[in-house]
């Protein structure tokens, strides 16, 4: 008997070819887009601040809750609003001068568009970390 195929939503494809999104914060539309290859180029030692810290968080419990996400990002806030705003293509001081609101609506959807990018460098920085563990007498 034939199985019937379940194609899956293109909206999930789409989502995944074109991770970029577009909000509307403080009257405004913004782009919140994925970080590119040139951007870790470019920024890598930022990004690379950041994914240390997210290691750091992870290497007690090999996950990272959403406690230690939010005192991750207060602790480094300076850093956490440099890394949007280029991923926004906006000054630090637009980040600063949002409502609450708007300032974690920006910061959730930074993070919906760039985890999947800082969660591939925390396991290449895991993996590197396991590789010089084992090569050690």
Known sequence: MAEKVIQKEQQDDLAILM???????AGETI????????????IGAEIEQFT???VAAMNESNKLTIEQADALIIDNLTLVNSLISIAINKPVSFIESLSYTDGLQLLDWWWVVNSAFFMNA?????????AINQAKP
Do not use: C, G, H
């Open 52 to 54: 240390v810290l997210i």
């Open 19 to 25: 991770p970029n999104r577009e909000i509307s914060i």
């Open 122 to 130: 925390v396991t290449r920085r895991i993996i590197r970390q396991n």
């Open 31 to 42: 782009t919140v887009r994925e970080y590119s290859f040139k951007d870790a180029l470019t």
